[in-house]
Nanobody, 124 residues
């Protein structure tokens, strides 16, 4: 079992940056592939980025590619999402997730554990 806690969200002006963190705890937490998703009011939860345990395989949604960077520090059991050039449409609750399987990492049902989310609001 793994527990995930997000932090780093807040209010930022368009064009600014935020760095989200997700602290993982549990006996096997360092062996999981990790993803970030986001959900805006009235919308489905959507894929943002994922990173494999090794850190050598990452993927991004087209809407954030070139602006966001996912990384992890397995020694600290932490995954990060660096968000640059933020836009108002990035406003959402951001969730981190852990997957026991390496399959379907762009889908919410590909993950087994979820954090509670952290709010990101980008003003124009």
């Amino acid at each position: 079992q793994v527990q995930l806690v997000e932090s780093g969200g807040g209010l930022v002006q368009a064009g600014g940056s935020l760095r989200l963190s997700c602290a993982a705890s549990g006996r096997t937490s360092s062996s999981y592939d990790m993803g970030w998703f986001r959900q805006a009011p009235g919308k489905e939860r959507e894929f943002v980025a994922y990173i494999r345990w090794s850190g050598g395989n990452t993927d991004y949604a087209d809407s954030v590619k070139g602006r966001f960077t996912i990384s992890r520090d397995n020694a600290k059991n932490t995954v990060f999402l660096q968000m640059n050039s933020l836009k108002p449409e990035d406003t959402a609750v951001y969730y981190c997730a852990a997957a026991r399987s390496r399959y379907y990492l762009r889908r919410t049902d590909g993950y087994d554990y979820w954090g509670q989310g952290t709010q990101v609001t980008v003003s124009s």
